[in-house]
């Protein structure tokens, strides 16, 4: 006798499907997560290339004359205004290596020693002198010599609130900001500081450091706006 199986209705799950906005919802929120990501990756590129250059590249035995601001200090919101009294920020300087010196107007000698140092070692830098800025920024309102504007031929010469400057750069080890000649990342962050005052030996040393940050971060390109 053979045996026939019964005919049985065939059972079948149903699923819904995601609504088409639902899903295009979700792709969003995933596409602008990576591109935060990514903001923040490449916003921390040029400080993390800087500090590897600074404690991995030298060589052993040789001491640093910089020192690194921890944390990097944002200056590129900092509100300044030209010779000609007309506001800006700093921001309008990203995009380049600054080497940052703080003085008042009147720049008496050792003001002048230090701009005459930031000058030289901008000019030791050889092909990499397109990638970096000479910055002045003034601390106060008083007027200043033609003479001296004339001798920073090229730099940027900027005011700033002295306030505002010691709220960003100030610290306990900083009794004075013109002491220090600073060096700011293409994105606005004041990550390292160098005594403005140095002899022979230190300003090579003060080269030897620059030129490892620079050539560390040779094939960095700053993002467009």
């Known amino acids: 006798m053979n045996y026939q199986p019964a005919d049985e209705p065939l059972h079948m799950t149903v699923y ?4 088409p906005q639902d899903v295009a919802q979700t792709a969003s929120v995933a596409t602008g997560r990576w591109k935060l990501l990514a903001i923040v990756v490449i916003s921390c590129i040029p400080a993390c290339l800087a500090y590897f250059a600074y404690f991995f590249v030298h060589p052993k035995g040789q001491a640093a004359l910089g020192t690194f601001l921890s944390p990097a200090r944002p200056l590129s919101a900092l509100q300044a205004t030209s010779l000609d009294g007309n506001p800006t920020t700093l921001e309008s300087l990203q995009g380049r290596w600054l080497l940052v010196s703080v003085a008042g107007a009147a720049c008496t000698a050792p003001c002048q020693r230090q701009l005459f140092i930031q000058r030289q070692l901008w000019a030791t830098l050889g092909n990499d002198k397109d990638r970096v800025q000479r910055v002045w920024l003034i601390s106060d309102q008083a007027p ?6 004339q001798a920073m031929g090229g730099a940027a010469v900027l005011r700033v609130a002295p306030a505002a400057l010691s709220a960003q750069l100030g610290d306990a080890a900083v009794p004075s900001l013109s002491d220090y000649l600073y060096v700011v990342d293409p994105m606005g962050n004041a990550m390292m500081r160098f005594p403005a005052q140095v002899n022979v030996a230190e300003a090579g040393q003060m080269h030897r450091d620059l030129d490892r940050v620079l050539r560390a971060t040779a094939s960095w390109t700053p993002p467009t706006h």
Not at 16 to 19: F, G, V
Not at 144 to 149: G, V
């Open 144 to 149: 200043l010599a033609p003479a001296l504007q």
């Open 16 to 19: 819904s499907l995601p609504e």
